[in-house]
């Protein structure tokens, strides 16, 4: 959660700094780009685990089902086409 409101509070940094740009310093602009960069970053980062993980259960509850559909007809397995 903490990440999350971290990128509310940028995404408010950024639409005012959208309304004040020519008020902006390099040093300003600079280090609101750094924060843009880090946190989405970090939120790619949490969201490729996340991706992952549902691959692996997706992959792991396909094979239980295929298993199942092996065992309850030997003769007729999924894989085979």
Same mark, same amino acid.
């Given at each position: @959660? &903490?990440?999350h409101q971290r990128g509310v509070d #940028? #995404? =408010?940094? =950024?639409?005012? /700094? +959208?309304d004040r740009v020519d008020q902006l310093t390099a040093a300003d602009t600079r280090a609101l780009l750094q924060e843009v960069a880090e946190v989405? /970053? #970090? +939120?790619?980062?949490r969201d490729a685990r996340l991706a992952l993980k549902m691959e692996r259960r997706y /992959?792991?509850? &396909?094979?239980a089902?295929?298993? @199942? &559909? =092996?065992q309850a007809n030997p003769k007729k397995s999924p894989r085979r086409r």
């Open positions: @959660m &903490q990440l #940028l #995404l =408010v940094n =950024v639409l005012d /700094s +959208i989405m /970053s #970090l +939120i790619l980062e /992959s792991a509850e &396909q094979l089902r295929e298993t @199942m &559909q =092996v």
